[in-house]
Structure formats: C-alpha cells, structure tokens
C-alpha cells in the first residue's frame, strides 16, 4: 500500500489541502472540498452501472475500480468516486463493500468497518433529533405532538426486530410510551443530506428543514427544535470526503454511504466534484442495477448538483445474465447457451434505460475463470448483433491489466461526448407522473398503483411546496419490477406505491413500493461468523 501522501500527491493536492488520517487514509480540508470554481473543461465522468443483482454476483465496485486502474495503466490521470459500505451488510449476507481480487479499494477492513468514522456520525445526528423530539414531549410538546412524531430512529446494522418498536416505557421517567422504528443509516434523510450538500451552509439549512412530525401549529421541521446546529456540529468532518486508495495505488474518494434500492445510491457531490476538479477521467457508480442507483444519480444528484455524466459502463458477468435466463446457481458452471440468450434481455431493458437519458452505454462483461468456455465470447457477439459495444473486464484476477482495450474504450467515449442533461421526467410535473415516468420507462412497468395512503402522502407534500422535488424509488434490487421474484425482463405489471416519505431536507420524496424494508435483516447464517480478531490484533474474515 501506497503512502496516502503519495496518492494525495497524484491528485495534485499540496499538503495545505487534506489532513492525514492515519498512515492509510486523509480527508480534505473545507477549503480544498467546498470549492465553488468551475470544473475543468478536461474533466470527463464516467457512470458505472449494472444489470439487476444475483445471487451470482455481477462486481459493480470490482469493475469501476479495475477500470481506474486500467485507465491509469494507459497513462491517463484517473481516478474514483465511491461510496462507503455499510455495515450491516458486511456482517449480514453480502460481505463488505470495497471490490474484490486485484480490483480492491485498501485497506479494505477499514474502509468496510468504522474508516473515518463518517457513518457513526450520521447515525449520531439522526438519534440526536430523534432525541430532541422526544424531549420537546416530556417537558410538555410544546411544539410536537407525540402521537404524530414521524422522525424514526437509526442504526448501521441489519435488524429486522427493530422495525416496529416502542419506546418510552417505565413510567414518568421513561418519557411518552409509544410506536417508533429503526432504519439503516444509509436510508437516512441525515445520510441523503450528507451526500446532497455543498458545503457547510447547505447542510446546516438541510438538517433544518428536516421534517419531525406535526404539532398544535403543524409541521415541525428540525430548525423549530434548534437542532440544526448541533447536528452540523457532529457531521463537521463527516462532510469532507476521504482519500483512499485501490490496491495496485490508484487514488479514491470514498465517501458517503446510502443504498441504491431504499435510498439515492450515491457517493457525495462534494467527492464526486472534488475528484473531477483533480482528474482527467472519474469513476463513479450507483448502487444496485440501473433501474435503482444509476436512475437516481441521474435524475436526483445530477440534477442537484449541476453535473453529468459524458458515458455509462453497463457491467454483467456471464453467470448473472444465465440466472436471469432461469438457470439455478448450481447450474452455473454448466453451458447453457438457452439461458444465456433470456438472460440478455434483463441487460437489452437497461440499455435501453441508458439510451431513455440520451446516453451510450459500453458494456463491461466481468469475467470469471469458471464460466464455461465460450459462453462470454458469445454475449459480445450478441451484443454487437445489437450494435451495442462492449468488452472483457478481467479486474478480478488481473487488475487494471486485465481492463485495458475495455477502458480505452471507455476513455475514447467519455473524451468525445459532451454532457448534455435528459432527465426523465420535469420539476412541474405531479409526484404521480414522476413516479410513473420512472416505472414505464425504467421498469417497463405498464402502470402504477397509489394506495390511498400514498395519495394522502403525495397531496401533503403538493400542500406544503414540495410537489417538484424529484422522485427517490424504494424498490427490490432483484427486479425490474417491484416484486424480487420476476426476474429477467417482466412484462405486464403494475408498480404498487405504498407510502410517500418527505424528505425535505434532502429534496426528494422517498416512494416505497413492494415489500421493501429500510431496515435490512440478517440472514439465518451471517457472515459475521467469518470474522474474527487473531491474538495479535490482525482483523480477519472481512471480503
């Protein structure tokens, strides 16, 4: 591992301009993060996507961050943006976060566990306004009515018992018993917010227009409870983004950590714009498939941020494509040529999804020494039969080395191509035709059911002035659809939208369909029965 000093030194940062955490890591200092200057005109993004998630495994992360490498390989000064695991999913079913093989961000034990402490900071802001709501109760509600009290609580672990809970039991000094939740931290409106500000200014006016519930006079926002202060104060380092590095040196920017499928799925603005100021070509991604993270890098944090991307890299492996065919995953080490061609048309719906913004997507095949010969060859054939390019990324086992022709291709797109911003739907347009713009064109949805609580929901929000925010869909990973069981490319159905969160600080209106949960659940054999600490404090276990 490269000294950070190093890596900072190849993003042209002088000393002056981050402070060292550690010996393996550094945040930029408010003056080097909050820049208001106009980006480079050298400065190119690329956005890294992928089909719908399998239990195969497609290697989004793996792929961006083999590309950096490649890209740098070719003498280009490159580098990534990307988010900070979570960490209920590295003890849960998923492992961490950082890549894999010789396409890994290090230290990776690190990055996927406490890093910079960026995560615990959220969760501290978050309960803190959970706090100071409940407090405004016991001391006689002046402004909060504790039965409508809508701000839950929250925790970066997967802890299904934490859904539902109530709170305030033991009497007069237990406080007001009552009905709340947990989320994850990544599907906090406190880590939205992170992700969303500018600069410290923004994120103090964000956590104030935070909504906590309804009292005698209304809405209560944050800022009516004086705790937009306190919570900026407690994500004061948390805003800058850090520096990191892949394992063959490459500079990173990692930095937030909301999920793609309950949350916008995107690393910071601040990091993402810091990164282009200081390279040639950028590297980002949104979380899960195209359908979900890279559907809100578009239409939420580009629009926000004023950016866009130049070109999309589609990522799909072989195996992922066959089980979107209907092959089982212990069929996968088996030619299946039937499978392989139904699986294609998951990966055809979200080319078209890419070329629905005014984009041109490459697609990124990433390889496996186990897929049977042959089988990965032919997906670039059918691909081009499509008139769609693409290539090998074999970053697993070779590192950049392994993406070079793949990235050179990539490079060549994003010098060529200008950003011009398509978004999928207007700002005038209502909630209902937001969400519906988003379902017929992303999902291939033909069309979208309201329950009546959501229509409630969506009025409230068209009351209160928050009609032309943007759309944030909590949807199921596994599908198109809002059903984890229509795998491949489902026709025919119906989206169902059951609740509409304001998420007013952030700017978004958070839509939940399906049987989506913001608070994950561990699976019957976690992962965190693979983790361990030796006898001499060496953390092992951790992927």
Known sequence: MRKITDVAADLGLSSDEYDVFGSWGAKLTPASAFREDPLPATSRLVLVSAINPTPAGEGKTTVTIGLTQAARKLGIRAAAALRQPSQGPVFGVKGGGTGGGQATLVPLERINLHFTGDIHAVTAAHNLLAALADNDCYFGGEKLDPRQITWRRSMDMNERFLRKVVIGLGGKSGGLPRETAFDITAASEVMAILCLSRDYADLRRRLGEIIVGQGP??????????????????????????????????????????????????????ATKAALRHSDLVFTEGGFGFDLGAEKFLNIKCRSAGIWPNTVVLVATVRALKMHGGASLAEMANRNPEALERGMANLDKHIESVRAFGLEPTIALNIRHDDPSGEAERVIHMLKERGVDGGFADVYAKGGAGALELAEKVADKARTRQPHPKFLYEDSDTPEQKIEKVARTVYGAKGVEFSAAAKSQMAKAVALGYGSFPVCMAKTHLSLSDDPKKICRPRDFTVHVREVRISAGAGFLVCLTGEIMTMPGLPKEPHSREIDLTADGEIVGVK
């Open 217 to 270: 006079g209304g809405v209560v926002r944050a800022k009516d409870l004086q705790a937009e202060g306190s919570m900026a104060v407690l994500l004061r380092d948390a805003l800058l983004p850090n520096i990191a590095q892949t394992i063959e040196g490459a500079p990173v920017l990692v930095h937030g950590g909301p999920f793609g499928n309950i949350a916008h799925g995107c690393n910071s603005v601040v």
